[in-house]
């Protein structure tokens, strides 16, 4: 059978519009090249040589991946936003919006989460285990907070990514569907997470999606997203500081 390319071209091109179609391409090329270059043990394999005299080689490998994320996951999407779609970067959430709202709910939303943190640390130990993610910047308030700071630059990104230039960029076609459709790529990048956290980041996903789209900015969500993980850490170094 002889395939007719305009037959095929007019079956499955017509109607497709260029900001969404591009954003869903270049999201699945850049979670890949997320998936392979921004990796710990890519640092290891190619560059930690380079690094071995600075101070706390341990945290090295987390540097390089909290932030190359900012190219992967933050640059380049930006850029790819502002020359590939033809839009504005406000119209990506990069903007305070509705800052009433933002932030009332930001700050609510800490204090709510500050009691589920610690009651999560004190009944399902993984979490003790799992973080901080770098156990070596533990033992020195300025070498956490210098961690906080980069794992900062990590969760601006990644809010970015998912709940500005997906989110944006695709409500003008699947309108309220874009909720979704971000929450699953989100969902799927916290399978190696203690499983309470892997399955709360869909309703995490849905909720910051949410608050997105309400207030027109991602900007609110990194700062939840950033808020929590600090809290998290926090808490599960007191926790294993106590325990004798």
């Not at 260029?18 to 699945?28: E, F, K």
């Not at 690094?51 to 640059?75: G, I, M, Q, R, V």
């Not at 033992?139 to 906080?148: H, I, V």
Request: proline share 5%; net charge positive; aromatic share 18%.
């Amino acid at each position: 059978m002889i395939i007719n390319i305009q037959t095929l071209k007019e079956k499955y091109l017509r109607g497709w519009e260029r900001q969404a179609t591009v954003v869903l391409l270049a999201a699945a090329l850049l979670l890949m090249l997320h998936r392979y270059y921004n990796r710990r043990s890519f640092f290891s394999r190619h560059f930690a040589e380079y690094f071995s005299n600075l101070p706390l080689p341990e945290s090295h490998t987390y540097y390089y991946w909290f932030l190359t994320t900012a190219f992967t996951l933050f640059l380049i999407p930006a850029l790819i936003a502002k020359f590939g779609t033809a839009e504005r970067l406000n119209n990506y959430g990069f903007q305070l919006g509705h800052q009433k709202l933002g932030w009332s709910v930001t700050g609510a939303a800490w204090v709510l989460m500050v009691p589920v943190v610690v009651l999560a640390v004190i009944v399902y130990p993984p979490f003790v285990e799992k973080y901080p993610l770098c156990k070596a910047v533990a033992g020195s308030w300025q070498a956490f907070l210098l961690y906080q700071l980069a794992y900062g630059v990590y969760m601006f990104s990644w809010e970015f990514f998912f709940r500005g230039f997906m989110l944006f960029g695709l409500e003008r076609k699947f309108g309220n569907y874009t909720i979704l459709i971000q929450t699953i790529p989100f969902a799927v990048m916290h399978y190696s997470k203690p499983l309470p956290e892997a399955l709360g980041s869909i309703i995490a996903g849905l909720l910051l999606g949410v608050l997105a789209l309400e207030t027109r900015s991602f900007l609110y969500g990194a700062a939840i997203h950033w808020l929590v993980a600090m809290t998290m850490d926090v808490v599960a170094v007191a926790f294993q500081s106590a325990v004798p």
